[in-house]
């Protein structure tokens, strides 16, 4: 039996930003997809009625609240892009998937602070659950994961999923600009939010590591364990100086196996750059599939918009035309084991990058000196710029492999003498290839 | 209804090369993968019952012939692992799909050479017909064509889809050496076949890339349309030469829309340093799907050997447990549109590489230069090297856009002439970033 193509799909979407114009918009062209049966918008929900969205809502039936268009006898898949992980998407969420109706979602926050709880709904009404968009937008790495990856043991999954993050790094090592400046440049761009605290946090690229960590390691997601750490405290000096030592500064996300748990932190690292991260620039996301028996997998292409994130939408709702629903994290969900563990600082060795702006007076360097080397923390390169007129002199050290704790003392003793200016920036240097 | 999990499917694997091997051990080692059901091998049929393979065979039933593998009772999916357009490869898949029995196959030439007929009798019988481990390796851009990115309009996919010809190009830039010593190399290192026909001649990769064209672009399979070349011609020196203009010359796979058709091609081009396949070295493949509304996907992995495509082979196996097959071509295939038309020779506009050794003679460079020019050909950049000890200078030429047949024109022209000592290459220039 060939899966039943002559089906008509009635959407209704809830929550009508950027992602769900794009789908509209795509709904309107699905004779140039290739689609495996037909979809038709029927009901809308979102917060105003009358924003101005460049699509033309008005011949769908509109509904003030979207657990009621979940319920609606004339949608047959609700397609969450409220977003939050709570609220009212959690709510229209829960309600489509109690009563049996399919859901595609572009939401990682609710997935990877409730996926659990929503999985096991929808295994138990055998609804499909589906969110390749909540994820590196148009690059299809949720459904590679749980599907065509199924038969690989993965080690480790990496990668930048934040592309504003990624965006502003990448203008402050191309124009030297300050942090702030940059943000809002971004923002007048659309490439962060008004609000950006989601992005520059690191959370978002913590929710998203989480759900490529459940699925590609069979974990039970548990946002509590994830280290997140954002961008908001690196200086424009830092970038340029590691540069100068060939590297790049990325947020990187990933999660690995470290004995019986699964390890999953977001933060700032340097890259080399000939590492295939370092290469993702401005908003593109990437995502680095490790395991056996392939070794890498690289997938890299924009990780959010309006168009990416609704293709994204799509692919999803092609798959309901494919067949029964399968566990939305890969193994249902009773499965999942509880592999997620947060990285124990104590524990954590590695090179590191120091950067930082010393104060302008005889012996500081040699204080510097002196706190690393008294913590047993051997310096492996360093630049010191002139300070110039501005009385502090840009300094970046790259550290042998150490205890970060080690650092983290000098640091503290750095503080007390007031040898820099400004607070030291601890990076972690990305020593594999 | 959720995905019937509880069930073992029992395959056959008709050929037992070393993906074969691999696809044993992988089923051996399923406990750590994420499989949605069981697997169990229970007959495999090869040439040798008893050559070496590092796994263990005895205690699978044997069968002599694949096709009588393929029709037990005992066997629920046959793995066609064979390889070749004909012969017993085919029959095997015949046998199969029209027993109704799902096939999962790496067979690329079968795949590109009779996918019609083959996707025919899959959708004939409801059998499943999977072939990701036919292109790309272990990068799972099959399915993702197919299913997450059916929301795409693709307009161009391209990449390197032949590990051992980028292989050779690597270690040809690498080492200098020429083009039979780096391949006697790759042969001794088990990169290359013994025969190495398929893969240096480009047609592994033509088989490859109008498997991704007809998926990606709901078209019809028709080999004869491809252009093929390969890179057996490429000597040294253009590698070396073309490096200094920053470019790296590489073996593209390419198919794109031009007006109402497909073109579909394979050959060697120049590609930028800071152009996304340019760093895919090695045995890696890449591929990159552009398309609105997503802009540029990149998919790079391993795209052969044993573990990767046997990957492959076990996330089609995966599958199979999720429910009803779809057309393995996308598309239905009465749907699929003949599209795939030859690239018209006469219409090749571009930029050209021109590569060659000039006779060491008083005015052989003028003569050179007045027969391009008479051709109107004008010359944008260009290297020429000392003739040294050899008696032979070699020469780079990067042409400014012009018609391929004007550069053609005048190269014969040049061989009237006997301006040169060898049979210079004409490369075209991939000018899109």
Request: charged letters at 20%; proline letters at 5%; glycine letters at 10%.
């Amino acid at each position: 039996m060939m899966a039943d193509r002559a089906r008509t799909l009635r959407i209704g979407i809830a929550g009508l930003g950027t992602v769900g114009a794009g789908l509209v918009k795509l709904v309107e062209r699905q004779k140039e997809l290739r689609l495996p049966g037909q979809l038709s918008v029927s009901a809308v929900s979102a917060r105003s009625r009358t924003r101005e969205r460049g699509v033309d809502i008005s011949k769908f039936r509109w509904c003030d609240d979207p657990v009621e268009l979940a319920l609606s006898d004339d949608v047959d898949v609700v397609v969450e892009l409220i977003g939050g992980s709570d609220g009212p998407a959690k709510r229209t969420v829960e309600a489509a998937l109690k009563a049996g109706k399919p859901v595609v979602s572009a939401n990682k926050a609710l997935i990877a602070e409730h996926g659990v709880e929503m999985a096991e709904l929808a295994e138990a009404s055998g609804a499909h659950l589906l969110f390749e968009a909540a994820v590196g937008g148009a690059i299809p790495i949720v459904r590679a994961l749980r599907n065509s990856l199924s038969g690989v043991v993965v080690s480790r999954v990496s990668g930048i999923l934040n592309g504003t993050c990624n965006y502003i790094l990448s203008e402050m090592l191309k124009t030297g600009a300050a942090y702030e400046t940059v943000l809002a440049e971004a923002q007048r761009l659309g490439y962060a939010e008004a609000d950006p605290y989601l992005d520059v946090s690191g959370m978002d690229a913590a929710h998203k590591v989480l759900i490529l960590a459940s699925i590609a390691f069979g974990a039970r997601p548990d946002f509590s364990q994830v280290s997140v750490e954002g961008v908001s405290e690196i200086e424009a000096m830092d970038i340029t100086l590691a540069n100068k030592f060939d590297y790049s500064i990325k947020l990187v996300a990933e999660a690995f196996r470290s004995g019986s748990s699964v390890l999953c932190r977001v933060g700032p690292a340097l890259v080399r750059l000939d590492h295939p991260l370092a290469q993702v620039n401005g908003a593109l996301n990437a995502v680095v599939v490790e395991g056996e028996p392939v070794g890498r997998l690289t997938f890299t292409g924009p990780g959010a918009g309006s168009g990416p994130t609704a293709a994204a939408v799509m692919g999803d709702l092609a798959r309901l035309f494919e067949g029964p629903a399968t566990p939305p994290l890969g193994k249902p969900s009773a499965e999942l084991a509880r592999l997620i563990a947060a990285p124990n600082p104590a524990k954590d060795q590695g090179s590191f990058f120091i950067g930082a702006k010393l104060a302008d007076r005889p012996g500081v360097f040699a204080d510097l000196a002196e706190a690393l080397g008294e913590e047993g923390v051997s310096i492996d390169k360093l630049i010191q710029e002139s300070a110039g007129d501005t009385g502090a002199a840009p300094v970046a050290i790259l550290t042998h492999p150490c205890a970060k704790a080690a650092v983290q003392r000098a640091l503290a003793q750095v503080a007390e003498l007031k040898i820099t200016v400004d607070a030291p920036r601890l990076i972690r240097i990305e020593t594999r290839g």
